[in-house]
């Protein structure tokens, strides 16, 4: 396929990538404008690069009218959140929107992954309307904490620039820091709880 | 209904109009990304003043808990088309859309207003999702020509000073507008068919 | 030069055609938001497509290294106004700021090109602070009539498509569409003058 | 003053978040066209609430007509990077811009506060060029890593939720994520010290 082609075929995935976008930062004014707690800190998304998809391809020997069945990240949408237990929270709105079909899911909070790696991944099918008719196309959304996000945004990086092969002390330097992310996200959560606790009380007192 | 309770209640609407805006304008672009020509020049969208549609409910004497039913332009998209025949062409499209379902449609290009005004509407409804669920919302949607929408801007701003009065000498003048208007489109609708007619002959030489 | 080289010298003028363009609506915005007419209705912004930028340069003979010198509409911007007379409103404001510098200006408005082709033109220096230091580039700022823009952007289509040879009867319909539209910006303007006096009226019998 | 004219006083803030936003991204952005590691994650901006605006008035017993002088942050823009020395970077790059004047800067990583707040401030004069010529704005750039600001969101909506006055409990716990914070970006920067150490090697040896 000629690269004009790719190009083509990338259409309804900056599509979706765009409506995801919009339609799910309207779940954080919605709760912003109504003066409630938000779960969602903020949303970035991206289609990944025609020249990493191929490689990508043809590192797991995908033929090329099968991508878009085999690879399902060419869409990705990311949200991230300020506590911990916000993900679940977003998790569930997800859920039940009906604008979109999950196909499954992958919790990576409570089976992390031997690198350290933290998050939650829905893969969904989302229907992206072209002028051409409904093209149903396969999406991921990655749902994580800001620590979560700041661990993976630095081993995405040592990653692309080791190759996939990152030396042992800097893997072992890495576990350090997913550590100090975690113990961050669990003192945050104390206190979140502790909040939550603390207006209970009051509310118990306003109402006697 | 107190003011926050309309910033609530226009929630879904901006996120429609967010949403429309974002979803049509991918059409233009579907078709520049595969060269071809856009039947879409470009497309803008507005929610409804608060205090203008407060204005429009006293004027007609609608219910606050029935304007949702009884303003079908609380959620507005205007798409602006180089010709007059590509209007046909984008009410086509929408129509096979599946993430929209038109309610009815008004053909002012056909039926002229007696202001001269002229446009294309369809009002139609569009499911919203929220955090707390589905919302379906009514909207309208006009297609217009550049010219069309040039003289209907002016109209609308005049309307606006003279409060919907506009004296007999400027709706005159406002008359010949229009005709001018429409005689750009009709000379620019000969120079389409010209074109189109310029490249079939090129198309039988080339077969030949 | 390679590709990714025409690549790194676009950005100073994409950066220039963004930050004019948050400008420029600003002026928009600020009528607006006083509640006053505003002499601008609507701006976009484009950097040329480095393919006809050599194009452009090949067919003049310009040496790349001169490229930066000889284009003076790599980056380009145009305002639309409602009104003609809004035309010297906008270049006047223009005029006066102190983030560009105007190095001279093309009258097609008094002047008409042969075509019909009516606009005005200002060609301006505007500093880009990049990185790595501030980069004064070149850029053009087109400012017309919505029915200006309406024909322009046809001509330019034709253009496109005939490779700049126009055949003379589309032209000779071409320049009827121009007349049109020339018709249309003047009835409009008898129509604002009939505005300003009405108010004038006004003004004197509310003094009494 | 009232609300509509607060509404006016905002338009040179709006306006300086809005350029600087669009400014400051295109560092970002130069740096990743030429395939560089940019100091610049991802950036932020805001103006204050007018209402929030008016109670620190109130409170600091601030005349309204010396508010554009005295409220540094009522344009606000936050800008965030990966490493703990990259912001050293990007305050030598907004120092050596023309577009802005350094009024001060307040050095909270060298200096951390007692609630465990670390981020750097410039505080810079900018000029907005309005249609009625040029106001000089006042504005604050926040400087941080991603775990500063994850630290400081919370912080600063605990301190919305207690009214400034946090619960003894919650603070020891606040202080304690601060620490989890900073480690977390003292291993990110042993890791980032390391890479460069790596392509030094890897340099070296290329050489031979």
New interface residues.
Partial sequence: MANKDW??FM?PY??AV??LK??LR??R???R??NDYSPI?FITGRVKEISSMLEKANKFEIPHDRLAMELEDIAGIRIMC?FVDDIETVVN?LR????MKILYEKDYITNVKPSGYRSYHMIIQY?V??????VNIIAEIQIRT??M???A??EH??NY?YKQSI?E??KS??K??AE??Y??DQ??L??KD??KD?QKLFEVKSAI
């Fill in positions: 190009k083509t259409i900056e599509q765009e409506e919009v339609k309207a779940i004014t919605e709760y404008r109504k800190e300020q709105i039940s929107r009906q604008d229907p309307n072209m002028a051409s008719g409904v800001l620590a996000n700041f661990w945004v630095t990086s040592l620039k030396p002390n800097i330097k890495l350090e820091a100090s992310a113990q961050l003192t945050m104390d206190i502790e909040i603390a």
